[in-house]
Nanobody, 119 residues
Framework: VQLQASGGGLVQAGGSLTLSCAVS????????MTWYRQAPGKQRELVAS???????SYTDSVMGRFTISRDNAKNAVYLQMSSLKSEDTAVYYC??????????????WGQGTLVTVSS
């Protein structure tokens, strides 16, 4: 099982980007799908998470600006980011809890995609 994140890039402050993360390999079920980010010199932080039932949660700093969604048919998660600020600059990572073998859950990480917001 591998996760492939994409969609990062350079954007001006106030602009928008949408990140995507898709799974390849055998998947029986996926529980939570989560986006994290790590800014230069800082610890990795949770940005947004979505459960298998669709419930969502966000860190306070992105509330109202970012939207997380999932497509269970495609085993994919998305992060729509708007009103971007320079402090949103970071490498964004996707994470999923995946059952690829019966009764065996494992956490998987994508490779990260860089988002740079210029002021």
């Amino acid at each position: 099982v591998q996760l492939q994140a994409s969609g990062g890039g350079l954007v001006q402050a106030g602009g928008s980007l949408t990140l995507s993360c898709a799974v390849s390999g055998r998947v029986i079920s996926i529980d939570a799908m989560t986006w994290y980010r790590q800014a230069p010199g800082k610890q990795r932080e949770l940005v947004a998470s979505i459960g298998d039932g669709g419930s969502t949660s966000y860190t306070d700093s992105v509330m109202g600006r970012f939207t997380i969604s999932r497509d269970n048919a495609k085993n994919a998660v998305y992060l729509q980011m708007s009103s971007l600020k320079s402090e949103d600059t970071a490498v964004y990572y996707c994470n999923m809890n995946i059952m690829s073998r019966p009764f065996s859950w494992q956490s998987y990480w994508g490779q990260g995609t860089l988002v740079t917001v210029s002021s």
